[in-house]
């Protein structure tokens, strides 16, 4: 079944929790945390302690994205923050091996993730290394932007290398996706879908969350 990883980047800031315990789906899972420096992305969002924060008052799985740079630094704060997840960037560091062992060693799940203007190539070997391996499909720092198309092919092809290499790295998207462009990027082969601004700015965020798992429900 694919998941719903809903980015609370789009969610009211004075007043998260809040908007979280709007959704009451038994379907959801997990919530996306975008995590930037205003140095790796031209942006800031916010740090541990809203995560912190956020674990004390919600159970869900937290998949961290990191948006930072030299995010080895901060690997164990995060996780000690109530992180599950946590996704690093190929570009963010020289030390993504190390850094994906830091995460590794911790005993949460691991991801790395990669610009749409990134070569696949520089992802492929990590992928037996992580847990999963985010295709940004918008240019990473802010919500709202339009799908790059381009995302399509990049997504099958992380398909067919995952499914011919016999690995278990699951593909999540992020970025520009809505209930109405969603199931095409299901049928390229994503597991997990990234959606901010299309629930968290909707009136009725649990209805907007139900509508993205009866389409899912359409596929395995
Ligand atoms: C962008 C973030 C995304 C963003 C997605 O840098 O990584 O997770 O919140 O937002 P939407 O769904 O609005 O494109
Ligand atoms: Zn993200």
Not at 62 to 76: A, G, K, Q, S
Not at 116 to 126: C, D, F
Request: one cysteine or more.
């Amino acid at each position: 079944m694919v998941e719903l990883s809903p980015s609370i980047l789009s969610a009211n800031f004075s007043n998260v929790i809040g908007d979280i315990q709007k959704i009451k789906s038994k379907n959801l899972k997990m919530l996306h945390l975008d995590v930037m420096d205003g140095i790796f992305v031209n942006n800031i969002s916010f740090g541990f302690k809203m995560i912190e924060d956020l674990r004390k008052n919600c159970d869900y799985f937290f998949d961290t994205h990191l948006m930072i740079h030299e995010p080895l630094r901060y690997i164990e704060r995060f996780k000690e923050a109530g992180s599950d997840l946590i996704t690093i960037h190929v570009e963010s560091t020289k030390e993504v091996s190390k850094t994906i062992d830091a995460i590794n060693s911790l005993n949460i799940k691991s991801g790395i993730t990669l610009r749409p203007s990134t070569n696949l190539n520089e992802v492929y070997k990590y992928l037996d290394k992580v847990d999963l391996v985010l295709v940004m499909s918008v240019e990473p720092g802010f919500g709202g932007q339009g799908f790059i198309e381009e995302s399509h092919d990049r997504i099958k092809k992380l398909r067919k290398y995952i499914d011919e290499n016999n690995l278990k790295t699951k593909i999540e998207v992020d970025g520009g996706i809505k209930s109405h462009n969603v199931s095409k990027i299901v049928e390229d082969g994503a597991d997990i879908i990234v959606s901010g601004s299309d629930i968290f700015s909707k009136d009725d965020i649990n209805k907007q969350i139900e509508t993205y798992y009866d389409i899912f429900k359409n596929y395995k």
